[in-house]
């Protein structure tokens, strides 16, 4: 079992930035996707954004481009989101997720089907 320990989240105004953390074990960190999902209220979870912690591969949302970035730090173990320019429709619960280390490939990382391991979530509200 992948634990996964979110911080970061809380209230700002439009236009304010924030950052995510999501830390994880070493054995889970390496060679493994990792990222970010949110859902916003009374709508469906989606990918915001996501990496392959052995490789270069990224991938962002379109509708957060320009705005978040997702990175990683290979000695703590830890993705982060750096989310700027917030907007009132970023309101959203964010979570962390990860796929099973050693079993996928950084193409994979942009499917949402590949994540089956889930932080507690962390709330996100963007005042305007």
């Known amino acids: 079992q992948i634990q996964l320990e979110e911080s970061g989240g809380g209230s700002v105004q439009a236009g304010g930035s924030l950052t995510l953390s999501c830390t994880t074990e070493r054995y889970h960190y390496m060679d493994n996707c990792m990222g970010w999902f949110r859902q916003r209220p009374g709508k469906e979870r989606e990918r915001v954004a996501t990496?392959?912690?052995?490789?270069?591969?990224?991938n962002v949302a379109d509708s957060v481009k320009g705005r978040f970035t997702i990175s990683r730090d290979d000695a703590k173990n830890t993705v982060y989101l750096q989310m700027n320019s917030l907007k009132p429709e970023d309101t959203a619960i964010y979570y962390c997720?990860?796929?099973?280390?050693?079993?996928?490939?950084?193409?994979?990382?942009?499917?949402?089907?590949?994540?089956?391991?889930w932080g507690q979530g962390t709330q996100v509200t963007v005042s305007s």
């Open positions: 997720a990860a796929a099973s280390p050693y079993a996928v490939i950084g193409s994979h990382c942009s499917g949402h089907g590949v994540y089956n391991y």
């Open positions: 990496l392959y912690t052995a490789g270069s591969f990224i």
